[in-house]
C-alpha cells in the first residue's frame, strides 16, 4: 500500500518561495500519475499539479508560472517548487496520485504571512 510523506512546508513571507517535498513508499511509483494537492483553512482540497509517468505535467490556473511539479522515479519522490507566494496560498499540502487514492499523508503546512 502506498504510503506518503511530505515535507518542506514553513512560514514565509509574501513573495518568498518554498520547495515542497514528498517521499512515496511502494513499488509502483514509476507507473503512477502523481499530483500535489492543498487545502486552505475552512476550505476544501484542490488540485495543484500533477506529473505524469513521461513526465508531462498540468497544473490549476493559480499555480501557472509561480509552481513547478517534478518527481524522480528513482528517489520515489515527487516535488512542488512555489515561488512568488501570497497569502492565497496558505493552506496545507498534500501529494497523492491522481486521481487520489483514499487515504491522505499528514500534509505539510504552507503558511505565507508577513
Known amino acids: 500500500q502506498l504510503q506518503f510523506v511530505e515535507s518542506g512546508g514553513s512560514l514565509v513571507q509574501p513573495g518568498g518561495s518554498l520547495r515542497l517535498s514528498c517521499a512515496v513508499s511502494?513499488?509502483?511509483?514509476?507507473?503512477?500519475?502523481m499530483a500535489w494537492y492543498r487545502q486552505p483553512p475552512g476550505g476544501q482540497r484542490e488540485l495543484v499539479a500533477r506529473a505524469g509517468t513521461a513526465g508531462g505535467t498540468k497544473y490549476s490556473e493559480f499555480a501557472k508560472g509561480r509552481f513547478t511539479i517534478s518527481r524522480d522515479n528513482a528517489r520515489k519522490s515527487v516535488y512542488l517548487d512555489m515561488i512568488s507566494l501570497s497569502p492565497e496560498d496558505t493552506a496545507v499540502y498534500y501529494c497523492?496520485?491522481?486521481?487520489?487514492?483514499?487515504?491522505w499523508g499528514q500534509g505539510t503546512q504552507v503558511t505565507v504571512s508577513a
Open positions: 497523492n496520485t491522481h486521481p487520489p487514492l483514499s487515504w
Open positions: 511502494g513499488n509502483s511509483f514509476r507507473f503512477l500519475e
